[in-house]
């Protein structure tokens, strides 16, 4: 299940996984944004739903519509960067400029909905085969590296990561592997032109690595292709 998959890494992780096999789930906002998925819906393997994930009375609706489910794999994957300072110059998530709805925004998709998905899927997860919840996180959440600047995004991913070390210890009982990824800096709409990586095969190495999880790497903060992250 991947939400947020009607563009971006989230597109690229439906098609690779339907690709190989795989059922796919996938959740997407505005339908007017969303033709790729909902062409790929067509096919046998790939069930699209409407979600926004900053309404956790939805979430809750689409669990129990999947109550019947299994889900080998949820990849919290819907996220917001905010304002871009550099090109665009806009300032709304720098010091003296903060926008603070923008920031709640921010903070309410990157890391409550993600914590949300994880306590209302947790059943569905549960009772697959392989037992993984996964959030895509990013280098720019790692508390030790940051310095300055890019409040909403960098606070938000650093408390994400929190969440997911916390889901870490409170799934381990239930045999779930918990962990934030970090893809790389990937061309996407977030990502923007000049990113290092190409879609596809950035996409390729983040399902190599999630399918080599186990329990015992629960917890971690790792970048894709599987370079452990410092906190
Ligand atoms: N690209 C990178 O270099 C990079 C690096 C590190 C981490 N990441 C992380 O990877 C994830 C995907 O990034 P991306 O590059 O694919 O970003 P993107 O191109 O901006 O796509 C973001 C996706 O999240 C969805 N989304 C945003 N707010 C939502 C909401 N309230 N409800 C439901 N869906 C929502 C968007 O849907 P709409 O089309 O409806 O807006 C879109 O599908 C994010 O969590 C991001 O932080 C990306």
Redesign the pocket.
């Known amino acids: 299940m991947i ?9 690229e992780f439906v098609r690779q996984y339907a690709a190989d096999g795989w059922r796919v789930l996938a ?4 339908p007017a ?2 033709g790729e998925l909902l062409d790929l819906a067509r096919q046998d393997r790939v069930e699209a739903f409407p ?4 309404d956790f009375e939805a979430i809750s609706a689409l669990s129990a519509k999947l109550r019947g489910e299994s889900i080998d794999v949820f990849l919290s ?5 905010g304002p871009k300072p550099g090109a665009e110059s806009d300032l709304r998530q720098s010091f003296g400029h903060i926008d603070f709805g923008i920031v709640r925004e921010v903070l309410t ?2 890391t409550l ?1 993600p914590l949300k998905c994880a306590e209302s899927f947790v059943e569905q997860i549960a009772r697959s085969e392989q037992r993984k919840f996964v959030a ?5 959440g790692s508390i030790s590296r940051a310095q300055r600047d890019l409040y909403a995004y960098r606070t938000s ?1 650093a408390a994400l990561n929190m969440v997911t070390r916390l889901l870490s210890g409170d799934l381990a009982p239930r045999g779930i592997t918990v962990a934030s990824i ?10 923007g032109e000049f ?1 290092r ?1 190409e879609l596809e095969p950035a996409i390729a190495d983040v399902r190599a690595l999630v399918a080599r999880l186990t329990l015992e790497d629960s917890g971690s903060f790792i970048e894709s292709p599987g370079n452990p992250l410092a906190y």
């Open positions: 939400t947020g998959a009607n563009r971006g890494l989230g597109l959740t997407y906002r505005n944004d969303s979600l926004n994930v900053s994957n819907a996220g917001l960067f998709v990157n909905a895509l996180s990013s280098i720019e991913k970090c893809p790389g800096w990937v061309k996407t709409r977030m990502g990113a990586l």
